[in-house]
Each structure stands twice: as C-alpha cells, then as structure tokens.
C-alpha cells in the first residue's frame, strides 16, 4: 500500500571522482514505481470544509487513485465506484503537524528510546531524525486516529542545529522510515534558539548564553559559506588540468549548504520577539530564509514582521510558563497573526496533542473572537491542513480538499472544532486507515501486540 | 426534586445567616448584602438540575439555592439563558506554589534533599497570591485548587486555595486538607521498597501519635522518620483528612486499596485502573483521572485508554477529573471533562467530577464542591455548555464577589492589540 519506497538513493564512494558536494537526498524520494491504488470512493452528502475558504454545507468528494479527483455540492459518481452515505459528517483535508517527535521520542519513554537530541555536540547538522524514527511508536496509531496523515519529525531543541527534520505519512504497517516518507517533500533544519541550548551545553563547552547562540549560529553559517564557495570554486574549474583532488566532503556542511541554497527549509524553535527578529537578520545576513518559527509564544508581538517576511509560525493554542521564555503568552497568539496576515500554525510538540489538534485550533479562534478578531472556520482548519503544509513545502500536493491534492482525508462525526467530535474515518492516499467503528481498521504496532490489554484493543 | 428543593429553600432562609463552618481561614459578614442569579438553568455539582432557580450569594457564602423570586433588596443578576455552576476544582496541581516551571528560585513545589518522607512539609505557607497564573485560571472558571506538593513517597501536605490574586492574608481557605505522596518507583528504585517504605512510615506515625510523652522523654524506639513527618500523619491515621496517592499501575492500584481498609484514600492518575476498577470501587476509593493520557508512556502504564473515566462509572466508581502535571492550565479541566463525556462519562457525572467529586476527595465537601446553601459561593455564570472549546465564562464568583475577568494574558494580548492598531 501506498509505496513511496525508495529510489536508488545518491551516494558518493570516497574514491571515486566527485562531482560536486553531491548532497544526501535534500528531498524525500518519489515512488519508483505507481502504487497499487485502492478502490475509489464517493464521500456523499458531509459538510465538506475544503480549507481553500469553501466550505459545501453539503458536499461530495470522491477520492480515486490516490488523489482527490472532485470536490463539490454535487459530485457524481462514475460508473462502479462505491458511494459512502456520510450524512451529518464532517470532511475535512488530513490534519497535519509540523512538529512531533514521535518515533524519535517514542512510548514507552525508556531510555532506548531517546533518539531524538544528539547532544554530543551544539551544532549536529549532519544527523537526521530519519535516522532515529522507530516505525513501531504506538503514537503513530494514536495520531492517525486522530486524523493526522502528515507530520515532520524532527530533532529535539537540546542544539543549536539539531540535524535534518523528516515529513512522514501516518502509514500503518511500516517497515522503515522508507515506507512513510512525505513523497518529494523537503527536508527540514530544526535549529533551536534561547533556553535549551544554553541549558544542555552551557556546563559543557557551550553555548553559556543567549550572546554564544548567536556566535554558534553565525559561525556555522559563515563555515558552510566558505564551503559552499570552495565547492563551486572547484566545481566551475574541475575539468582543468590544475583543478586538483575535490575538497573533502562533510555531511553537515552539506545541509547547512542546502539552507544557503533554499533547498531546505530552517524550522526554528524560538520564543521570543526579540530573538525571532535577531534570526530574521542574522538570516538575512547569509541570505537563507526561516520557514517557521516554532513555539514562537510571542510571535503576536511581531505579527507585522512576521508577515513582511512571510514566515509562518507555529504556535500552540495555550501552553505556557513552563519556562522563562514561555511566559508571555496569549491564547489569542495564532489569531493575531492570521489577522496581521502572516501565516499562523496549530502544531503539537506532544503525542498528546497531536491527537487534538482540531481542538486547539478550536480553542485559538475562540480566543481570537473574544479578542474581537474574527476568525472564519476555514482559517483555523487552515491552522492545522493548509498552512502546515506550506510550513513543511508540501502545499502543493496537500493540506486542502482540491482536484490533484492527495487523497489524505478524514471524516469526523460532526463539528471537528467541538470537544465531543471524533475523527471516524481516515484516508492516507485514498486508503482507509482508520475506522472507528470498524475494529479491523485500527491498525497497531508491532509493540501493541500481545501487551496485556494494550490500548490499540480498543479505542 | 423540585419539592427537595423547595424545602432547602425554606430551610435556607431560616438557617442562612448562621450557617457556615469556622474553620476556614475567612469570616462570613453577616449583613453583607445579597447577590441573586436569576433565571439561569443550575447545575449545583452533586448532579441535580434546576431549571430557572435562584442563586443567592451573602458575602462568602450561598444562602439560597431554588425557585422562586430573589429576596428582596438582593442584587439581581440576570442569568436567563445562562449555565450556573459551583466553581471549578483543580485537584492535585502545584498552582500558587510556581511562578515559572522551570526557575527553581519561582518554586516551592516540593521539600527538596532526598528524604522521602516529607509529609511534614506545609504548602499552605508558601502560595504564593500574587501568582499571574491564578487569574489565569479563574476567569476561566477555575476558583478553588487542592495546591500539592510533590515528590518523594510523601510530599507534603495539601493546601486549600481560593484563587484570589493578592489576598496574601486569607487565599488558603484551609491548610493541611489532606497529605499528598505517590506509589511506584519512590523508594531504593523499586516500588515494593516504596510500599515497604510507606507501612513502616504509618507504623512508626502510629506508635509516635499514641507516645509522643514518651519520645519527648526519649523513652522512644527509634524511629524512622522525622517528629515533625510523622506528626503530620496524624490526622491521617485518625481518617481526619484523606492520603491522596499518585499511582497508575494495577499493582499499586491495589495496594492503595488495601490502605483504605484504615485510611480515607484518594487517588490520582490511574491510568490502569479500570483493569481493577471493580477492586476500587469496593474500597470506596475516589480515583481522579487525566483524561487524555492515553500514552502507553512506561511499562507500568501499558493500557493507557481516553475512555478509563467511563469506563470506572461504569464500574460504580467515584471518578474526578483533572489536569495533572500542568499548574499553568488547570484552566484546561474543561476540555479535559468534555473529552472524557466524549468517551462515554455522562455529561452530568463530568461536571460533578470537576467540582463535588474534587470536594469530597480532599474532604471539603462541607464547603465546596456544590450549589448549596451554606457552601462557599464559588460560583461560574457560563453563556453555553463549559465543556466545549469555545465557551468561557460570563462570571465569576469567588467567595461572593465577581472577579475582574482580566489576567496578565489577556492584558498582554491587549497591549498589542493597541500597539498594532487593532483596537
């Protein structure tokens, strides 16, 4: 089902003749070859919430080779399709998460599994959450009941430049991080500001202060720049006579390369308004861009700027105080950027939250509203589908209900901004993932299997 | 029920100027003037509904609770259209004990230094009233928090809150309500030298309590823990206030149990116990659930489910429901209750897990927990059902005065709303 698996992936033996800094995969491979399909479907007669600001309060959509092939107040069925009566319901596009650790953080928390912060060293650019990703965490199986289809995994907050973030699909039955890669999808650099670096290197060779963040993160960047130069200086003369050996290749340099190049997209977990505004300069210092501010508690101070430079923020309904830099928070902080027009996000940074991402953004468009910012319906699902998808550079194949999108669905029992609304249906390319009235389509990880009374026995 | 109450109300009048318990920390003014809801559908926390009954609130206290018109003079609040219920109860949180999680110089939460038998260590006074996250909570209709120590086997005793910000003199309503402590992993990194730990600590709390003229004379055997801790086992030992454990493994489960054979016992966490849920609601042990940590987050949490609080009504036991480990959001045991109602809790049995069940497990049902004449007037005026994500309270009451429905959030979020000219 739903193969992505791997193409040949590009390597380098150390003795034969280089080419270039010929990078690891900057983008999640495509399928190799088409994917068995499953059986096209008619969703019929649900409140349709397509997050491109239509909503059908009765609508279709029919779902078929993968892909969304129609959305509308009327869809008809082609010949042979099965139509599916979802009445009362609610469709929505695939909840999407820009930042979970799940698989790198996995349940049961045991010491084994603490894959996700290589700690070894402030500045890890060269190692990948792909690497660390456990297919069997049992909080897949909880996310994707939830109706997730989507997720960056990525690198935890202990470095400076934690290492290369992963988007992956909810498909169940993985065998490894190749089954459940995002198809072309970018990869991502998780770098961290403030607190955390400080806290985990201060006593061991720093970063002490808020003063050696900033020095870390110009001196990795000036590096890759000069590597970046090298490179292409040896590249445009190789095929001299006097061009010489290549210059040795580092496999961090390569990704922070990839950010100068534009090629991945920097997911910075930052606070504060003023060390926010201190990463857009020193960005704009050697010239790459921020994708997504994450946490980002007082993003709605600078929601002005934020929106000038175009970069989203991910943002959680209300988490809070739990350390210095979380301590100015509103509940209103993703309302105020959607009204400022910069591109707010609902993300998790919990396998608890994960499973209640709807409700989050639920919470943060109420807030909004007391605020006196109206937010629309389509905006706050657009919190957790459409803008989480340009976040993570896959909003071209989903994040919204459109012709062409992938078929990453779900069907919620009714209103999906209600507390009592459950995710009952789930579609990953078409596929039903999940059914929560059907216990044959729940599926659960090998870990589940055989604990006594384990959760996956029912819901 | 309309008779009962018909008949409380009539009592209510004759009984309402002299009824209220003297032990805690703030009087009742006896001629303080009165504040009636009106025409609010009443929810009063034990499980009952009025439709269209009165609130009547005179000074700290509920004077009158059912039909009929308010009293004359009274101050009449309109509430037609509007849910009315007893304030919200955080249980086992560390609200008014933190400021900032992880600024140990914001903390009070815990005696710390390795000893785990704590139980002597008093939060009453160390909460802190000038704490930004009370109002935090309390406009969202949180009024009251079970504020807890934590750590070790026996952390410390539990102090009653209301959440007043800047009553520095009287915002614990009542210290020492119950001692708070937790099973598992605590002692020698095995919970059966935990629970080895525990018997011989209530031993020993024993033996201290019937001869203390004897340690004072030092004609004492040796004892395994501090005058001071095993002083403050007394009341426990006399089923005087309750032992609140947290536990969530089966096996500690049981063994919690099995101590409410000679204790009054509450727990916190439960993650499997609706596997002995039949075991728990035998022994009458109250057991107050996170409802969404459905996490198989260690081994001895394998099971983890959103439907345990449903699922242990079901089974006859007594559930509440709280937001466990998170002081900032307790705010938050709204979503908490409506998500465990969307896994089965009747909806009823939800609100009275967050205020009444809250109440009688920490022993404060006498004054808390319910719309009652006599009880503390803690009181939420909700414009819809409190459980969904985008209600939040019209009024507040707390101890009979409505609280500004501002905090250093919302202040925060208005301050920027000016600066950037949306307002």
Not at chain 1, 360 to 388: H, Q
């Given at each position: 089902?739903?193969?992505?698996?791997?193409?040949?992936?590009?390597?380098?033996?150390?003795?034969?003749?280089?080419?270039?800094?010929?990078?690891?995969?900057?983008?999640?491979?495509?399928?190799?070859?088409?994917?068995?399909?499953?059986?096209?479907?008619?969703?019929?007669?649900?409140?349709?919430?397509?997050?491109?600001?239509?909503?059908?309060?009765?609508?279709?959509?029919?779902?078929?080779?993968?892909?969304?092939?129609?959305?509308?107040?009327?869809?008809?069925?082609?010949?042979?399709?099965?139509?599916?009566?979802?009445?009362?319901?609610?469709?929505?596009?695939?909840?999407?998460?820009?930042?979970?650790?799940?698989?790198?953080?996995?349940?049961?928390?045991?010491?084994?599994?603490?894959?996700?912060?290589?700690?070894?060293?402030?500045?890890?650019?060269?190692?990948?959450?792909?690497?660390?990703?456990?297919?069997?965490?049992?909080?897949?199986?909880?996310?994707?009941?939830?109706?997730?289809?989507?997720?960056?995994?990525?690198?935890?907050?202990?470095?400076?430049?934690?290492?290369?973030?992963?988007?992956?699909?909810?498909?169940?039955?993985?065998?490894?991080i190749e089954d459940v890669r995002f198809p072309g999808a970018p990869s991502g650099l998780k770098m961290a500001c403030g607190e955390n670096p400080k806290r985990v290197h201060g006593e061991k060779g720093g970063p002490m202060t808020r003063m050696g963040n900033m020095a870390g993160f110009r001196t990795a960047f000036q590096k890759a720049a000069e590597y970046k130069r090298r490179h292409e200086a040896w590249q445009a003369k190789k095929?001299?006579?006097?061009?010489?050996?290549?210059?040795?290749?580092?496999?961090?340099?390569?990704?922070?390369?990839?950010?100068?190049?534009?090629?991945?997209?920097?997911?910075?977990?930052?606070?504060?308004?003023?060390?926010?505004?201190?990463?857009?300069?020193?960005?704009?210092?050697?010239?790459?861009?921020?994708?997504?501010?994450?946490?980002?508690?007082?993003?709605?101070?600078?929601?002005?700027?934020?929106?000038?430079?175009?970069?989203?923020?991910?943002?959680?309904?209300?988490?809070w105080g739990f350390k210095a830099e979380a301590y100015d928070s509103t509940r209103a902080n993703a309302a105020?950027?959607?009204?400022?027009?910069?591109?707010?996000?609902?993300?998790?940074?919990?396998?608890?939250?994960?499973?209640?991402?709807?409700?989050?953004?639920?919470?943060?468009?109420?807030?909004?509203?007391?605020?006196?910012?109206?937010?629309?319906?389509?905006?706050?699902?657009?919190?957790?589908?459409?803008?989480?998808?340009?976040?993570?550079?896959?909003?071209?194949?989903?994040?919204?209900?459109?012709?062409?999108?992938?078929?990453?669905?779900?069907?919620?029992?009714?209103?999906?901004?209600?507390?009592?609304?459950?995710?009952?249906?789930?579609?990953?390319?078409?596929?039903?993932?999940?059914?929560?009235?059907?216990?044959?389509?729940?599926?659960?990880?090998?870990?589940?299997?055989?604990?006594?009374?384990?959760?996956?026995?029912?819901? | 029920m309309r008779l009962i109450y018909a008949m409380l109300f009539a009592l209510g009048v004759l009984w309402a100027p002299?009824?209220?318990?003297?032990?805690?920390?703030?009087?009742?003014?006896?001629?303080?003037?009165?504040v009636a809801i009106v025409g609010g559908t009443v929810h009063d926390g034990t499980g009952a509904v009025l439709q269209d009954a009165v609130v009547e609130m005179q000074g700290a206290r509920i004077v009158r609770v059912g039909p009929g018109a308010p009293s004359p003079g009274a101050k009449v609040i309109d509430a037609t259209g509007k849910i009315v219920t007893p304030g919200l109860i955080a249980a086992s949180t560390t609200l008014g004990l933190v400021e900032i999680g992880m600024e140990g110089s914001t903390r009070d939460t815990a005696r710390e230094g390795g000893d785990a038998i704590r139980s002597g260590y008093d939060a009453s006074v160390a909460v802190n009233a000038s704490s930004t996250l009370l109002a935090v909570q309390a406009i969202d209709g949180v009024t009251t928090a079970a504020s807890t120590p934590q750590g070790g086997l026996l952390s410390g005793q539990v102090a009653w809150i209301d959440l007043l910000p800047g009553h520095h003199h009287d915002i614990v309503a009542k210290p020492r309500v119950a001692v708070a402590g937790g099973l598992g992993q605590r002692v020698s990194g095995s919970r059966a030298a935990t629970l080895a730990r525990l018997a011989e600590v209530l031993d020993d709390a024993r033996f201290y309590r019937s001869r203390k003229a004897a340690f004072d004379r030092r004609a004492s055997r040796d004892l395994?823990?501090?005058?001071?801790?095993?002083?403050?086992?007394?009341?426990?030992?006399?089923?005087?206030?309750?032992?609140?454990?947290?536990?969530?493994?089966?096996?500690?489960?049981?063994?919690?149990?099995?101590?409410?054979?000679?204790?009054?016992?509450?727990?916190?966490?439960?993650t499997q116990a609706w596997q002995v849920a039949d075991v728990l609601a035998e022994a009458k042990v109250p057991v107050i659930v996170h409802p969404t940590a459905n996490l198989p987050g260690g081994f001895d949490r394998i099971g983890a489910r959103l439907d345990n609080a449903a699922k242990l009504h079901e089974a006859g036991v007594t559930v509440g429901i709280a937001v466990l480990g998170e002081a900032h959001n307790v705010r938050n045991v709204t979503q908490q209750a409506g998500i465990a109602v969307a896994e089965g809790l009747p909806h009823e049995v939800a609100l009275t897990a967050v205020t009444h069940t809250i109440a009688s497990a920490y022993g404060m049902e006498a004054d808390y927990g319910s719309l009652a004449v006599g009880k503390v007037a803690n009181v939420v005026l909700w414009p819809a059902d409190p459980f969904e994500l985008a209600t939040v309270p019209d009024a507040v009451y707390i101890r009979g005065a409505s609280i500004p429905l501002v905090s250093r959030q919302t202040e925060l979020r208005d301050r920027y709303l000016k600066r950037h000219g949306a307002r």
């Open positions: 089902m739903l193969a992505c698996g791997p193409k040949p992936r590009a390597s380098t033996p150390p003795d034969a003749p280089a080419t270039a800094p010929t990078s690891d995969s900057k983008t999640s491979p495509e399928p190799a070859k088409a994917a068995a399909h499953p059986a096209p479907i008619l969703l019929r007669g649900a409140r349709v919430m397509t997050a491109t600001g239509v909503i059908y309060e009765r609508g279709d959509v029919l779902l078929r080779e993968g892909k969304v092939e129609a959305v509308g107040a009327a869809v008809d069925a082609p010949e042979g399709v099965t139509v599916l009566d979802v009445a009362g319901k609610t469709i929505t596009p695939g909840i999407i998460d820009t930042h979970s650790h799940i698989g790198v953080y996995a349940s049961p928390g045991l010491t084994a599994h603490s894959d996700g912060n290589e700690m070894s060293s402030a500045t890890t650019p060269q190692v990948r959450a792909a690497d660390g990703y456990w297919p069997q965490d049992p909080q897949i199986d909880l996310a994707r009941a939830a109706g997730v289809t989507t997720m960056q995994i990525l690198p935890g907050s202990a470095n400076l430049i934690g290492g290369r973030s992963v988007t992956v699909r909810t498909v169940p039955d993985a065998r490894s095929d001299e006579e006097d061009a010489g050996a290549p210059p040795d290749r580092d496999l961090g340099m390569e990704t922070l390369v990839g950010v100068l190049d534009g090629d991945i997209l920097v997911h910075n977990h930052c606070y504060r308004a003023d060390e926010m505004l201190g990463m857009l300069a020193l960005a704009d210092e050697f010239g790459f861009r921020i994708r997504s501010f994450h946490h980002a508690v007082e993003a709605y101070k600078i929601a002005d700027a934020l929106a000038e430079h175009e970069v989203s923020a991910s943002v959680w309904a209300d988490w105020m950027l959607s009204a400022a027009g910069a591109r707010a996000i609902i993300h998790s940074d919990s396998a608890q939250g994960i499973q209640r991402l709807n409700q989050e953004a639920a919470k943060a468009k109420a807030a909004g509203e007391r605020a006196g910012l109206s937010i629309s319906e389509d905006e706050a699902l657009r919190w957790i589908t459409a803008n989480a998808a340009w976040a993570l550079g896959i909003h071209e194949r989903t994040g919204t209900l459109e012709p062409g999108k992938m078929a990453d669905v779900v069907v919620w029992s009714g209103d999906p901004l209600s507390v009592y609304t459950h995710a009952e249906q789930v579609y990953l390319g078409g596929a039903l993932v999940f059914d929560r009235n059907d216990p044959n389509i729940r599926p659960s990880t090998d870990f589940e299997v055989g604990q006594h009374q384990a959760a996956g026995d029912v819901q | 002299a009824v209220h318990a003297a032990t805690l920390s703030f009087s009742q003014a006896k001629d303080a003037p009165r395994s823990a501090h005058r001071l801790d095993l002083e403050a086992l007394g009341p426990v030992l006399g089923r005087e206030v309750p032992l609140v454990l947290e536990a969530h493994r089966a096996s500690d489960l049981l063994a919690a149990a099995a101590l409410a054979k000679d204790l009054r016992v509450t727990i916190v966490g439960g």
